[in-house]
C-alpha cells in the first residue's frame, strides 16, 4: 500500500477576515455575489441581482441576473412575473399561469396592439411593447 505524505500548500491569510467572500491573496478578498469592501461585508443595493460598481457606488448596479430589469434590478423583465425587491424572484409567465400561456401583462396596459398572440409577433417585439412583467409575490 502506497501512503501519500501530505502536499504543502501556502494559505492566503487576509487580517482584515472576508465575511462574504474568501481570501484568495494576502489581504485581498474575492467576495461574493452582491457584495464589495475590502472585507465583503457592504452589500450591494440592487435587490440581490446584480453586483455593484464598488463600496461607494452601491446603487450603481453592472448587470441584472435573475430576469430582472431596472436601475437597482426591481423590476421583472417582460415574460415574466414577481416582485424581485429585497431578494425576490421573477418566474416564467408560463410557470405562474401553469402553462397556460406564456404571457403576462402588468397593469398599466390596457390596451394590447396585437389581435392575438401568434406566431407572427416576435419575441422581441412582444418583450419591447410589454418593457417589464407584472408585479406580484410570485
Known amino acids: ?25 494576502p489581504d485581498v478578498c474575492r467576495c461574493n455575489f452582491g457584495y464589495v469592501g475590502a472585507n465583503c461585508s457592504i452589500q450591494c443595493q440592487c435587490n440581490g ?29 417582460p415574460l415574466f412575473v414577481g416582485d424581485p425587491t429585497n431578494n425576490g424572484q421573477c418566474v416564467p409567465c408560463v410557470d405562474y399561469c ?23 409577433i416576435s419575441l422581441d417585439e412582444l418583450e419591447q411593447y410589454l418593457g417589464e412583467g407584472p408585479t406580484t409575490s410570485a
Not at 502536499?7 to 481570501?23: D, I, K, L, M, T
Not at 401583462?105 to 390596451?111: A, E, G, K, L, V
Not at 396585437?114 to 407572427?120: I, L, R, T
Open 1 to 25: 500500500m502506497l501512503s501519500q505524505e501530505p502536499v504543502n500548500q501556502c494559505v492566503p491569510v487576509c487580517s482584515q477576515g472576508c465575511v462574504r467572500g474568501s481570501c484568495v491573496e
Open 49 to 77: 441581482h446584480a453586483n455593484c460598481a464598488g463600496p461607494d457606488k452601491l446603487d450603481q448596479c453592472l448587470e441584472c441576473h435573475n430576469n430582472t430589469k431596472g436601475s437597482q434590478c426591481e423590476k421583472c423583465k
Open 98 to 120: 401553469n402553462g397556460h400561456t406564456h404571457v403576462c401583462i402588468n397593469d398599466s396596459i390596457t390596451s394590447f396592439p396585437f389581435s392575438s398572440v401568434s406566431s407572427d
